[in-house]
């Protein structure tokens, strides 16, 4: 049990790293750090305090505090995805919309172009 905490206060930092240096850098913007870090924080105090891993695990009904860390990091992570995906879903139909109405312009330029042709000629 000692090793798992130890790999996940590990893994913990390190995506707390990640995510500050990746900010840092504009690789990713603030409002999508939010989730990460707020679910590496999560995981770094269930890796730092073992009373809460006991007691999660008794609220979930599993034997090993093992698994209810294990459930806790698919849960966590599975929320970060479902959330991305809401972002990745709004993000296309928002280029749908732009591609539509881009098509909408170029159509507007070429017939005033045409227009402007036809009075010139």
């Not at 732009?98 to 159509?107: D, M, Y």
């Not at 045409?114 to 009075?119: F, G, H, N, R, S």
Request: proline share 1%; net charge positive; aromatic share 8%.
């Amino acid at each position: 049990m000692d090793r798992v905490m130890t790999v996940l206060m590990i893994l913990s930092i390190s995506i707390i790293v990640m995510v500050l240096h990746s900010v840092r850098r504009e690789h990713i913007r603030v409002e999508y750090s939010v989730s990460w870090l707020t679910s590496a924080v999560i995981l770094l105090i269930l890796s730092l305090n073992r009373d809460a891993v006991v007691w999660l695990a008794q609220l979930l009904g599993v034997a090993s505090p093992a698994i209810a860390i294990l459930m806790t990091v698919f849960f966590v992570f599975l929320f970060v995805g479902f959330r991305f995906s809401l972002r990745v879903s709004a993000l296309k139909d928002a280029n749908i919309a732009l591609a539509q109405r881009v098509a909408i312009l170029e159509f507007h330029i070429k017939s005033a172009h045409e227009q402007q042709k036809t009075a010139n000629g």
